[in-house]
Every structure is written in C-alpha cells, then in structure tokens.
C-alpha cells in the first residue's frame, strides 16, 4: 500500500511516512494485519475514498486502478485466489479488459460455487460485455446464465439464453449442443409444455448423431442424461409404461459406466415409476431406490442433486406413513435446496412438509409452511403446489369451522390442479373439504358428487375402509335412501379426520 500511494503521491517516503500517521491518528485510514500477507490499509469512510478518487485525473486514476492489482497479484497472491473480484474490479477500471476478463469469470464462479446466484449473474453479465470475439466463450457464459435464470424460475429468460448459447456453439462442439437443447428441455418441462419438452430431448439426440463406433465417456454421459430427462418428462405426463420402457433401455448403461450422480438420478427415476405405478401408495421398494439415490449423489458432492435424492426419500417415506422420517429428510433438503438456490426442489419440500402437518392434524405447523410454498410455487410457475397449498388452505378452513371460506379455497384448487396432468391425482386435497363442507350444511347431492371424484382411477387410492363406507353411501343415495346416507357420509368425514384427510 506504501509503494502504491508514494506512486499516486508522488512525496517522498519520509513525508509520506508523516502523512500517513497523520491519517491514522486523524482515523482517515483503517489498518489490517494478517499473518500470512503483511499490513495493508483501507479508507475507514466512503466519504473520503470518493473525495480522492475526484482529485486524481481519469487518466492516473486509470493508472492507479492497474497498478493496484498488479500489486494484488505480486504481494497479496491469497487475496488474489480467494477474492478475485477485487482484482476484476480494479483490471476493469483500469481499462485492462483481457485481465478483467479472466477474473470476472473466475469471481462468477467463486459466487457460483458458494451459491451467491445473484453476484455471479451480475459478474457473467458483466464478463460478457468484455468478450470481444470468442463465439465459444460467449456460448458457455450464456450457459452458465441461462442455469441461474432457470433456477430462480425465469423459464422463459432462461430458454432465450439457452437459444443465444446454442447459436454461438462451434459445430464440431456435440456434447454442448446436446446439453442446451436438455437445459431448454428442462424449462419447457417445469412450464408444463411437455411434448415440447420431448421434442427438444429429440433435437438433443439428435445433435449427438451419428453415433461414434467407440463411445466415449462424455457421449455415454450425455446420451444417459437424455433418457432422464425423457423419464422426467413422462413422470409428469403420468405415462407409466413409457417409463419403464427408457428405464430399462438405460440401466445396462448406468449400471456399467455410469458416474455416480447418474447412478443417484437413475435411482431418482426407479423411485418416480414405482410411486406413479402405484398412485402414490407407500412401498419398501420406493423407500430403498430413494436411499440408494440419496448414497449415489452424495458420493458425487453435486449439492443440488444430494436435495433432489433427499426430497424423493422423505417423499417415499410420507407415503409410507413414515411421518418423523419424512420430515427430517423433506426439511434437510429444503436447507440443501435454498443453499443451492432451485425454487422447484424447494416448492415441493414445502408443499409435502405442509400436507404431512395436515396428516397429523398439526394446523398452526401446516398454516406456517402453507404460507412458504405459495409464495415460492407462484414464483416458481407451479400451480399443482399453488393448488394443493390452497386445498390446505380449505382444510384448515373446514377445521375452523370457516364453511364459505373452506368451499371458497376448495373450488380455487380443484381449479388449479386441473390445469396440469399430475394435479388430478392429489384432487383430495380439495375435494375432503368440499364433502365435508356440503354435508355439514345438508348439500348431500353435493357430497356425493365429490365422493365420486375421490373412487376415479385416476384419484391417489384412500385407505380401505374409508373407500367402502363411500361406496355404500353412493349406493344407498343411488336407491333414494338420504337419511342413510347421511350417516354414512357422516361416517366417512370421521374416519377422514382420523386419517388427515379432512
């Protein structure tokens, strides 16, 4: 710092020396000492730091800004490695644009790493209006954009990105246009556009044509990720035979070559089948896929992936009735997926750690997280959550009594979840409310109606008992015995609130 400001001054060491004790006593300068870097100062008010910076010319000023880090890099190489945001700040300010460049990127990825999201955003912004003609490096920056942007939920700016990223890819780059066309698959599938989602896994494949005679590990890799991603895709759209088919056409692959974040998405994908198979019911088989997941991605240190595994076995286990379990695993990956920043993961921790509390009847705990995975579905774009955050809504209505509002919130999920191919099958959500709310005040047509929704295929199976007292309570309406099938009803709406239903 001695060097650097006698050069700025231009005093000699001596009167230099007077002035900056004069400063420190005057408490104008800051002193920092490290054990490994020495003594460096810092201005203790902004004030002053900008008062300077206007009594030195533009063009000393630049040079100041130059020799600053130079000097970083030179005497302070552990400041250099650990904060590389300095040295862009200063290599930028000096007009030096290929060392700014360089440690632009380097401070984007610093942030990336420690999942800063917003500061890498705002630094690969900034690095690209320094790349002057380098098709390839803006290709793999917009990338990186483009998978912040679908993290925080801007689909529709990330897929721009993507397209931008995929128009400056080098033509013999395969693997990375195979990859941009899954990343705007990705976007396309959380928007619900599913069949165009498919449609860009194709043009993924396709870009990885034709295929080598000897596979290399990056064509094995990225040739799995697309099967995946297709299994993803029909996990949504509910097609379960699908499936199992691209399950099967992956596993000799996975089990031989694959890495080991593939190995945890594909136990991901036996953990989706199994649960879409059987509509959500509870199974060892979910369970052990789900935490052979879990094992497979934290071997891979992959932070986002490590919350995916753990939503799908607090998920399996929910299911299994398993609620302590359940909860432990769905809150640690809410905490992995807020550090990582993926508003999807988190929506769904959310959303299932509420309707876990409604199971148990806990409506302060439900109310809390309820609150949370609206805002973060809406911001996300995910009406199934939106919906089945109001369906609770209606539940914690209909449990205080609030008949209007129950039936208000009930009718506005219904409405959501309509909207999507999965949301039919969580329609219970909505529908307890509904037949509780139409019994209560003596609608038993209306009951009934909703009681019919919830025996449809299509509808997550209700225990046995509970499914039979509603069969006969359709049958005695359906031979005109109203008063029997009150009680029935009545019967029903107990045994529900015994089961977290209503």
Same mark, same amino acid.
């Given at each position: 710092?001695?060097?650097?400001?006698?050069?700025?001054?231009?005093?000699?060491?001596?009167?230099?020396?007077?002035?900056?004790?004069?400063?420190?006593?005057?408490?104008?300068?800051?002193?920092?000492? #490290?054990?490994?870097?020495?003594?460096?100062?810092?201005?203790? %008010?902004?004030?002053?730091?900008?008062?300077?910076?206007?009594?030195?010319?533009?063009?000393?000023?630049?040079?100041?800004?130059?020799?600053?880090?130079?000097?970083?890099? $030179?005497?302070?190489? *552990?400041?250099?490695? &650990?904060?590389?945001?300095?040295?862009?700040?200063?290599?930028?300010?000096?007009?030096?644009?290929?060392?700014?460049?360089?440690?632009?990127?380097?401070?984007?990825?610093?942030? $990336?790493?420690?999942?800063?999201?917003? /500061?890498?955003?705002?630094?690969?912004? !900034?690095?690209?209006?320094?790349?002057?003609?380098?098709?390839?490096?803006?290709?793999?920056?917009?990338?990186?954009?483009?998978?912040?942007?679908?993290?925080?939920?801007?689909?529709?700016?990330?897929?721009?990105?993507?397209?931008?990223?995929?128009?400056?890819?080098? #033509?013999? /780059?395969?693997?990375?246009?195979?990859?941009? %066309?899954?990343?705007?698959?990705?976007?396309?599938?959380?928007?619900?556009? =599913?069949?165009?989602?498919?449609?860009?896994?194709?043009?993924?494949?396709?870009?990885?044509?034709?295929?080598?005679?000897?596979?290399?590990?990056?064509?094995?890799?990225?040739?799995? /990720?697309?099967?995946? /991603?297709?299994?993803?895709?029909?996990?949504?759209?509910?097609?379960?035979?699908?499936?199992?088919?691209?399950?099967?056409?992956?596993?000799?692959?996975?089990? !031989?070559?694959?890495?080991?974040?593939?190995?945890?998405?594909? =136990?991901?994908?036996?953990?989706?089948?199994?649960?879409?198979?059987?509509?959500?019911?509870?199974? $060892?088989?979910?369970?052990?896929?789900?935490?052979?997941?879990?094992?497979?991605?934290?071997?891979?240190?992959? @932070?986002?992936?490590?919350?995916?595994?753990?939503?799908?076995?607090?998920?399996?286990?929910?299911?299994?009735?398993?609620?302590?379990?359940?909860?432990? !695993?769905?809150?640690? &990956?809410?905490?992995?997926?807020?550090?990582?920043?993926?508003?999807?993961?988190?929506?769904?921790?959310?959303?299932?750690?509420?309707?876990?509390?409604?199971?148990?009847?806990?409506?302060? $705990?439900?109310?809390?997280?309820?609150?949370?995975?609206?805002?973060?579905?809406?911001?996300?774009?995910?009406?199934?959550?939106?919906?089945?955050?109001?369906?609770?809504?209606?539940?914690?209505?209909?449990?205080?009594?609030?008949?209007?509002?129950?039936?208000?919130?009930?009718?506005?999920?219904?409405?959501?979840?309509?909207?999507?191919? !999965?949301?039919?099958?969580?329609?219970?959500?909505?529908?307890?409310?509904?037949?509780?709310?139409?019994?209560?005040?003596?609608? @038993?047509?209306?009951?009934?109606?909703?009681?019919?929704?919830?025996?449809?295929?299509?509808?997550?199976?209700?225990?046995? *008992?509970?499914?039979?007292?509603?069969?006969?309570?359709?049958?005695?309406?359906?031979?005109?015995?109203?008063?029997?099938?009150?009680?029935?009803?009545?019967?029903? #709406?107990?045994?529900?609130?015994?089961?977290?239903?209503?």
């Amino acid at each position: 710092t001695f060097e650097l400001l006698r050069d700025i001054t231009g005093l000699s060491d001596e009167v230099l020396l007077n002035q900056l004790e004069e400063a420190l006593r005057g408490r104008i300068l800051r002193e920092h000492k #490290t054990s490994k870097e020495g003594t460096f100062l810092t201005f203790l %008010h902004a004030l002053v730091h900008e008062y300077l910076l206007q009594e030195i010319s533009l063009i000393r000023r630049r040079k100041c800004h130059g020799r600053i880090a130079d000097l970083i890099q $030179e005497k302070y190489p *552990a400041l250099a490695s &650990s904060q590389p945001d300095k040295l862009a700040f200063h290599y930028l300010r000096a007009g030096v644009n290929r060392e700014a460049l360089k440690y632009t990127l380097e401070a984007a990825e610093s942030a $990336e790493r420690v999942y800063a999201h917003k /500061d890498a955003k705002k630094l690969y912004e !900034q690095a690209l209006e320094l790349i002057e003609d380098d098709p390839a490096l803006v290709s793999r920056v917009n990338e990186r954009l483009g998978d912040l942007l679908f993290l925080s939920g801007q689909y529709e700016e990330a897929r721009s990105i993507y397209d931008m990223a995929l128009a400056k890819v080098p #033509t013999d /780059d395969r693997i990375r246009q195979s990859r941009l %066309h899954r990343n705007i698959s990705h976007t396309l599938t959380r928007q619900h556009r =599913y069949e165009e989602a498919l449609e860009a896994c194709n043009r993924a494949e396709s870009a990885l044509s034709p295929e080598p005679t000897e596979h290399t590990q990056e064509w094995r890799t990225e040739w799995v /990720d697309i099967q995946i /991603d297709r299994v993803m895709v029909r996990y949504w759209q509910g097609k379960v035979p699908e499936m199992v088919e691209l399950v099967e056409k992956i596993r000799p692959t996975v089990e !031989q070559y694959g890495t080991a974040l593939q190995r945890g998405r594909f =136990y991901q994908c036996l953990v989706s089948v199994v649960l879409r198979r059987d509509r959500y019911v509870g199974s $060892e088989e979910a369970v052990s896929s789900a935490q052979a997941a879990l094992s497979a991605t934290q071997e891979s240190g992959n @932070l986002r992936e490590i919350a995916w595994s753990r939503f799908w076995l607090g998920f399996a286990r929910l299911w299994s009735g398993n609620f302590e379990q359940a909860q432990e !695993q769905l809150a640690k &990956s809410l905490i992995e997926a807020e550090r990582s920043g993926d508003l999807g993961i988190q929506a769904r921790c959310l959303n299932y750690l509420a309707l876990l509390h409604r199971k148990r009847g806990s409506v302060e $705990e439900s109310r809390r997280y309820i609150s949370d995975t609206l805002a973060v579905a809406l911001t996300a774009q995910m009406p199934e959550y939106v919906g089945m955050a109001r369906g609770n809504l209606a539940w914690i209505a209909w449990r205080e009594r609030d008949l209007p509002r129950a039936e208000k919130e009930a009718r506005a999920a219904l409405e959501l979840l309509r909207t999507v191919p !999965q949301g039919e099958i969580f329609a219970w959500t909505a529908v307890w409310p509904l037949i509780g709310t139409a019994l209560a005040e003596g609608r @038993l047509g209306v009951a009934i109606e909703n009681a019919r929704i919830m025996l449809r295929p299509r509808q997550q199976p209700l225990p046995d *008992a509970l499914t039979a007292v509603l069969e006969e309570a359709i049958g005695t309406w359906e031979q005109n015995r109203p008063e029997i099938t009150r009680a029935q009803l009545e019967h029903a #709406t107990q045994i529900a609130e015994q089961l977290g239903y209503l």
